[in-house]
């Protein structure tokens, strides 16, 4: 029985979970900015974080379809357990909608993507103002639904570590051995 998780899948998962914070906080921080060349360059750093953190979610999903998790602790109730599956499949929807939002956003505005400042994206749709302005809105909403999942899946992380003591976080931390 597989008590960990890979550490390939241990990897991914806290190099996305630190670039998810980042970009978000980025987000965060640069929408109250006044127009600027530096407002500007943060949202070009803000679209590669988040075509990169595409890239690494579509890698961690594969690996997660071809290798096998450890199995949730026994006593873990019927409902807990379709509550940790329901999560883990919400947050791997949301970490690909939020940005394939912001992609088809820029693609609307007609503001291309352009990763380091050298290869432009394909635009995803045709230019559209009015449903670049609703997709813009919707990848702030998922953003912020996307923050609510991660908090309720770090309170139940640390639920299982301080409280039931059952191992389930040690199963990702990447520096501990079995649980």
Do not use: C
Request: glycine share 8%; no cysteine.
């Amino acid at each position: 029985m597989t008590t960990r998780y890979t550490a390939t899948a241990i990897f991914l998962h806290w190099l996305i979970a630190v670039g998810l914070v980042a970009t978000f906080a980025l987000g965060f921080y640069m929408e109250g900015l006044p127009f600027s060349p530096n407002k500007l360059r943060l949202y070009s750093w803000h679209k590669w974080a988040g075509i990169i953190l595409l890239g690494l979610v579509a890698l961690r999903l594969i690996w997660r379809l071809t290798h096998k998790a450890p199995e949730l602790p026994a006593d873990m109730g019927r409902m807990s357990r379709v509550a940790a599956h329901a999560g883990h499949l919400a947050l791997y929807v949301l970490m690909l909608a939020v940005p394939l939002t912001g992609w088809i956003a820029s693609s609307a505005q007609g503001v291309p993507v352009v990763l380091f400042g050298m290869w432009q994206l394909p635009d995803l749709i045709d230019k559209n103002m009015a449903l670049g302005e609703r997709l813009q809105d919707a990848h702030m909403v998922l953003n912020y639904a996307m923050a609510v999942l991660v908090i309720g899946h770090v309170a139940a992380a640390l639920q299982h570590h301080f409280i039931k003591k059952d191992g389930v976080l040690n199963r990702m931390l990447p520096f501990f051995g079995k649980p």
